[in-house]
Structures are given as structure tokens and as C-alpha cells.
């Protein structure tokens, strides 16, 4: 999957990039069902929204489930990653946002790279998200909101407001920005929700200011997103570093390998 220029050029001045339905009915079947599995596995990988019991998020999911395994080899993650990168890559964190229909709580504005800085003492935001759709998403379903070209500012605002010391995962509620800040941050760089059917991926700069509204409506929308992290930016973690599902260790170099993801898992796990 190569980026053509112009696509390049578009992340860069806006921090973010929509590729519609990179992936096929098949595949998303298959990374769906293999999300299923994994959601039901208990253990600190799995969040639960506040109230209730329903799944906020499960981390590091191709650690047990091969079908996402075999995903953060895919050319069509991969590839871009390594152009816009600029080098060797391996992978960071991954993560399912399940957003589910009534239940999905907001998703507070934040920065990425912000909660990376201060809980794992990363060295600088040479990293990238890659969000890959696994429902449909809609103006309904509790889109990811983008302040297009706010990478470009840097990390906002007093980064010492902040003392997160966390072993666990960094909500964004945690690291949040203020109405202030968002009311400006708005002003000059607008907003906008990447939309489209599953399959769809988001490539999305670690320093872009972002969000998301509850899920008000009868319709999932499961958010995956693997974070690429450039061989050479490890964490240099001053005390315990986070737990392996949450950040990996593992920082060989991940090479290109298409096998299919439909097989990858086998036919009745
Ligand atoms: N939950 C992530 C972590 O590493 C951080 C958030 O969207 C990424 C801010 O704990
Ligand atoms: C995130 O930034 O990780 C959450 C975005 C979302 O799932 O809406
Ligand atoms: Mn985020």
C-alpha cells in the first residue's frame, strides 16, 4: 500500500489521513470475531467503563489473538508507516476503543504523545497511529473529532498541570485540555470526524488534539488503533516501566508479511 504524494503531503499540513475501506468484509469479519474472543478474556488488559459493565477498551490484543497479530505486519499498516516514519518501526501499543452502542463513554480532548511523555518518559513524538475502523462510522456512532493541523503546535499548554505517574492505562480524562484551551485551539484549526465504512483507516499524528462524544446510538463502533513507534524512540522510564500490554518492549524492527488475515486465527477458535 504506498501512499501517493499528495496523501503524504495532506498528512503532514493535517496530521491525519482517511484511506476508505483498506481492508475487505472478510477481514473486518475476521478481526471482529477475533475482537469478540479477546473481549471476553478477564485480566488488567481489559477497561470497563465507569458505570456498568460494559468493555471501554482491551489492550495488546495481538499478544493472544493472531488475526491482529498478522495485522501489524500488513503492508497496509506497515508500509505507511515506514514512509512516514522515515525508518525502521515496531509496535508501541495496540488497543480496541469498543465505544459500545448506549454505553461508549467520551473520549476527552487530548494529545497522545502527552500521555506517553509523562507516563513512560518517551523522547520525542516520532510515532504514528494507524485507526482502523472495524464498524461502520457515522456522525452517529461517536466519531474520533480531529483539530486539523493542531500537531503542528507542539504539545498545548502547562504540561506540569499534569503528574501522571500511572502504571495503568493514561485515560484521557487524565491528561485532558481545558475549555480555554479548546476554545482557542477550535478557533484556529476547526475540526473534523473522518467518516466511512469498516475497513477504513485513519493514520493520526501522535500530537494531534482529539476527542470523542459518547455513543448515543443503537450502533457499535469499535475503534482499533496500533501505535508505530520509530526504532530508536524507545521509553527511557525513570521508575517501573508500564506493563507489556499497554507498551511493548519488543522493539525489533517489524518486517512486511501479507499472510491473510481471514486464516490467520483458523476457522473455529
Ligand atoms: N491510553 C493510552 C495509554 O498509553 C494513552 C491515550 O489515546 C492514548 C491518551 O495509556
Ligand atoms: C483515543 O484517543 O485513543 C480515543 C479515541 C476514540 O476511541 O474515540
Ligand atoms: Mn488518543
Redesign the pocket.
Known amino acids: 500500500m504506498r501512499l501517493t504524494d499528495d496523501e503524504v503531503r495532506g498528512y503532514r499540513e493535517r496530521g491525519f489521513l482517511l484511506v476508505e475501506s483498506l481492508f475487505g468484509p472478510e477481514e473486518v469479519d475476521a478481526l471482529r470475531a477475533a475482537f469478540l474472543r479477546d473481549s471476553r478474556v478477564p485480566g488488567e488488559q481489559r477497561i470497563l467503563e465507569d458505570k456498568g459493565d460494559t468493555v471501554r477498551?482491551v489492550y495488546g490484543s495481538h499478544r493472544r489473538q493472531p488475526e491482529f497479530a498478522a495485522l501489524v505486519r500488513n503492508s497496509r499498516l506497515l508500509e505507511p508507516a515506514h514512509r512516514l516514519l522515515g525508518r525502521d518501526v515496531y509496535l508501541f501499543q495496540l488497543?480496541v476503543?469498543a465505544?459500545p452502542p448506549f454505553t461508549g463513554e467520551q473520549?476527552a480532548w487530548?494529545q497522545?504523545f502527552l500521555a506517553w511523555q509523562l507516563a513512560d518518559n518517551l523522547p520525542a513524538p516520532r510515532l504514528l497511529n494507524v485507526?482502523v475502523f472495524l464498524d461502520d462510522v457515522t456522525e452517529f456512532n461517536?466519531?474520533?473529532i480531529f483539530l486539523p493541523g493542531s500537531h503542528r503546535d507542539g504539545l498545548v499548554g502547562d504540561r506540569t498541570r499534569h503528574s501522571t505517574r500511572s502504571v495503568q492505562h493514561v485515560d484521557?480524562d487524565d491528561i485532558s485540555l481545558t475549555p480555554a484551551q479548546m476554545a482557542d485551539l477550535v478557533n484556529r484549526h476547526g475540526m473534523e470526524s473522518p467518516k466511512g465504512p469498516a475497513g477504513s483507516v485513519v493514520f493520526f499524528d501522535p500530537e494531534i488534539v482529539?476527542?470523542?462524544a459518547p455513543n448515543m446510538s443503537p450502533f457499535p463502533?469499535k475503534?482499533l488503533?496500533a501505535t508505530y513507534n520509530a526504532v530508536g524512540n524507545e521509553p527511557r522510564p525513570t521508575g517501573e516501566p508500564r506493563p507489556e500490554y499497554l507498551i511493548c518492549r519488543d522493539n525489533r524492527p517489524l518486517r512486511i508479511s501479507d499472510e491473510p488475515l481471514v486464516t490467520a486465527g483458523g476457522e473455529n477458535r
Request: charged letters at 20%.
Open positions: 477498551a488497543k476503543n465505544k473520549w487530548h497522545d485507526g461517536g466519531p474520533v484521557p482529539h476527542g470523542s463502533r475503534l488503533i
